[in-house]
């Protein structure tokens, strides 16, 4: 032993160390090699399935992101506050209205109740045309998806015609919606 180390010269320990190197690097190699193997197996035959679903969540999620900004009546926003924004909004202006809250519990699902609201005009001689009552009314159901009208009234507001005569187109409305939402 004690020969071959002094036989040993710069160009001699560059081979040994190359060739230590070299065996290091072919076992990374090695270990490279196999891992790509690896993933590329499971790229063809799980990344079909993936990619697939992962598309259809993305479909899902822009659809009820799109769903979510025409809301008007986000998450657990006040549903009276909801009704009155409606009652002002442009071609409707019924103006000032007074409604009446109720929660219905027994819907027949657990974890769910009806958040009920009765609506009358303040003013329940004041009247209003048929345009501006169906124009709230659709306004309702139109901003939330939630949102329905389940019960609508019309009186007359006028004064009292006979029989044969056609009234004015003055009109008083009572109204009830019902907003489904989850309780815990």
């Known amino acids: ?8 010269n710069f160009a001699r320990v560059m081979m ?7 065996a290091v690097l072919a076992y990374t190699g090695w270990n490279q090699y196999e891992t790509l193997s690896e993933l590329k197996q499971d790229l063809e035959t799980r990344m ?13 999620h822009t659809q009820l992101a799109k769903n ?10 006040n549903l009276m506050s909801y009704a009155l924004k409606c009652a002002t ?6 103006g000032e209205i007074d409604p009446q809250p109720s929660v219905d519990k027994n819907t027949g699902t657990k974890g769910i ?19 501006r009552i169906a124009n709230f009314l659709y306004r309702l159901e139109e901003q939330s998806r939630r949102v329905k009208v389940t019960d609508v009234e019309f009186t007359l507001a006028g004064p009292k015609t006979a029989k044969h005569e056609v009234p004015e187109d003055s009109w008083t409305f009572s109204c ?8 815990d």
């Open 89 to 94: 909004d442009d071609r409707v202006e019924i």
């Open 48 to 60: 079909p399935e993936t990619a697939k679903g992962l598309e259809a969540a993305g479909r899902r």
């Open 1 to 8: 032993m004690s020969a071959f180390l002094q036989k040993l």
């Open 176 to 183: 009830q919606i019902t907003s489904r939402q989850r309780r």
């Open 113 to 131: 109740e009806d958040q009920k609201l009765d609506i009358k005009p303040k003013d329940p001689k004041r009247g209003y045309t048929r345009l």
């Open 16 to 22: 040994l160390v190359a060739l230590l190197f070299s």
């Open 68 to 77: 979510y900004d025409k809301e008007a009546l986000k998450g657990e926003q």
